[in-house]
């Protein structure tokens, strides 16, 4: 159902990295659960809408006022690195 | 330090009979406050993350609706300054700078926290045993899970560590392991309470509750924790206030028992118990009937698409940059660190639902996996109402067994995942579900769940005393 390469092609989208010898035991587990998913495809679903969201909601949108943000510091405080104005990271370039 | 007997006594009353007994005089609150925080401290059963080391010097006066009552809180909540790490290695050591509102409005009502409860990292799990913090055990029975993801705040409240807990339930989070604890868990109404402060697993399911040892705390706290919340957008709070049940008995009610609930599959000792508790409903004036939500077999597979699918989405923003813990690549590349941090920082079966909502959401995969499942979606909301025009309220099993020992099914995701299949088809459809104690199999606490229309939380809690009246369980029971 999903392949050792497939499994790595997902790996790479989701950022994550597999050891080579867990690539193998992970397609195996998706393609039991998916296997499982499967049974979907048994229902007759020709025309039926898409449920994004349960609960009817109206009126979602709040006056465009500002409010008092979180302080810079505040927010750049829980960073692994960062400097007085943001947050940093190693170059794109590197 | 050895706790005077009254104290003890109290710790086996229920947050409603403290709070009285509080304003009444008759119990000291930073007492009650001090022996709750030092059996969270002790925590035999790791079901805490974090615990204050000491007791404010100021607790919310007796005449506030909560009294200064503690509560406990599910890590993934938010709370400013102390640790909130969801149960997982990448945020280990995470202070919010702010609060959720859910926390800050119990706060209000005169409420503190003395401790914050271990989970399934992301609340991606049914027993527990997938904290980064290590599992915690089930005060029936140590050698047994908790269940999950809120399996730390129904283990607090079942060991007297806390009279009452907030958890979060996204397909049986909250009620599964309140059923495996002996409790009350309540799931209410999607949008009743805000998800603001809520470190998201999927956003469309996620819905805090409160954990408790009795249905008339469970709406107690409910009702201090909804409300339409301007930060959260999809947040609309409760039609009507939240009224203290009082009905002890059920005439004219009608109760439906979907038999795809409550057939197959369900153990021998779960449905002797359910079928008890049927007859109790019966003699309180319930009429039962046998009714159908003929898609909730596919429930589980549309949950394990949706689910994962946001998950993969949700969980993207930890990549080292804005919070948590950062792991450099040896090539010192942008890439090679969000790579590093996610796969060192996450656990296994964060990986594997990561791993699945991406591949259900990649090109050529997502009319078949994620349209479908949005589809079936829809689905189950049409049973739902099919059937609620037919009866008041839906009875199940919470759990389809007791709590089971730990390690039985982590070998095996999909087993797992198939134990939900009770609780994931009213998370689909976003409509509120309670679970109380129906009994003991086996020496191990079963769980019944009552759902209810969307935004019929006084109904559930209304029926759900007066079964609780007439059942007697005694949630003190693992109180040591």
């Not at chain 2, 059963?45 to 200064?68: D, I, K, R, Y």
């Not at chain 2, 989970?119 to 527990?128: C, K, L, R, T, Y």
């Not at chain 2, 038999?259 to 007859?279: H, K, N, Q, W």
Request: hydrophobic share 40%.
């Amino acid at each position: 159902m999903i392949d050792a390469k497939q499994v790595l092609h997902v790996a790479r989208l989701a950022r994550l990295e597999l050891a080579p010898e867990d690539v193998q035991p992970m397609a195996d587990e998706l393609s039991s659960i998916l296997g499982h998913i499967e049974q979907m495809s048994s229902l007759d679903l020709e025309g039926v809408k898409p449920t994004t969201h349960v609960v009817p909601v109206e009126g979602v949108l709040r006056a465009d006022e500002a409010e008092a943000p979180l302080p810079r510091e505040v927010a750049l405080s829980q960073a692994p690195k960062h400097s007085e104005t943001g947050f940093l990271v190693p170059s794109p370039q590197a | 330090m050895a706790q005077s007997e009254s104290i003890t006594a109290a710790i086996k009353t229920t947050a409603t009979e403290q709070i009285a007994a509080i304003q009444a005089g008759a119990l000291d609150a930073r007492e009650l406050f001090d022996a709750y925080r030092e059996r969270a401290a002790a925590d035999p059963n790791n079901a805490f993350t974090w615990v204050a080391s000491e007791t404010p010097a100021e607790l919310p006066a007796a005449s506030t609706p909560l009294a200064g009552l503690p509560v406990a809180i599910k890590d993934l909540f938010c709370t400013e300054g102390v640790p909130s790490q969801s149960g997982s290695k990448l945020l280990e050591g995470y202070l919010p700078p702010y609060t959720a509102t859910a926390v800050q409005k119990l706060i209000d009502a005169g409420s503190t926290s003395h401790g914050k409860t271990n989970q399934d990292e992301f609340a991606m799990g049914s027993s527990n045993e997938n904290s980064a913090f290590g599992a915690v055990l089930n005060p029936w029975d140590p050698s047994r899970v908790p269940g999950g993801s809120s399996g730390g705040s129904a283990a607090a409240v079942a060991a007297g560590q806390a009279p009452w807990a907030l958890g979060t339930d996204t397909g049986g989070s909250i009620r599964q392991p309140a059923a495996f604890c002996g409790l009350v868990g309540l799931k209410p109404t999607y949008g009743s309470v805000s998800r603001f402060g809520m470190i998201a697993f999927a956003s469309s399911l996620d819905q805090a509750g409160p954990i408790t040892r009795s249905v008339a705390d469970a709406a107690l706290l409910l009702s201090h924790m909804e409300g339409k919340d301007p930060r959260d957008m999809t947040s609309i709070g409760l039609r009507e206030p939240i009224e203290v049940p009082t009905r002890t008995d059920l005439t004219g009610l009608r109760i439906g028992v979907p038999e795809e609930l409550s057939g197959e599959g369900i153990d021998p000792g779960v449905r002797a118990s359910f079928e008890a508790a049927l007859e109790q409903a019966k003699a309180l004036g319930a009429t039962i009937s046998t009714i159908h939500l003929p898609n909730a077999p596919h429930a589980l597979s549309a949950y394990y698409v949706l689910a994962p699918a946001e998950a993969s989405s949700n969980l993207s923003r930890f990549d080292g940059v804005r919070y948590g813990n950062r792991l450099e690549a040896e090539d010192g590349s942008l890439i090679g660190m969000y790579t590093r941090t996610r796969t060192e920082g996450f656990g296994a079966e964060v990986k594997r639902r990561i791993m699945l909502g991406t591949y259900a959401l990649s090109a050529g995969f997502y009319d078949a996996y994620y349209g479908r499942a949005q589809q079936v979606r829809t689905k189950i909301v049409e049973d739902f109402a099919d059937a609620f025009s037919q009866v008041d309220l839906i009875a199940t099993p919470t759990a389809p067994t007791t709590a089971y020992e730990l390690g039985a099914k982590s070998s095996d995701p999909l087993s797992m995942y198939l134990g939900d299949f009770c609780t994931v088809p009213m998370s689909l459809a976003g409509i509120p579900a309670i679970s109380i104690p129906s009994g003991l199999a086996d020496g191990l606490p079963v769980g019944l769940q009552l759902a209810g229309p969307a935004f019929s939380e006084n109904l559930i809690l209304g029926a759900a005393h007066a079964l609780e009246q007439a059942i007697g369980f005694d949630t003190a029971g693992a109180i040591r």
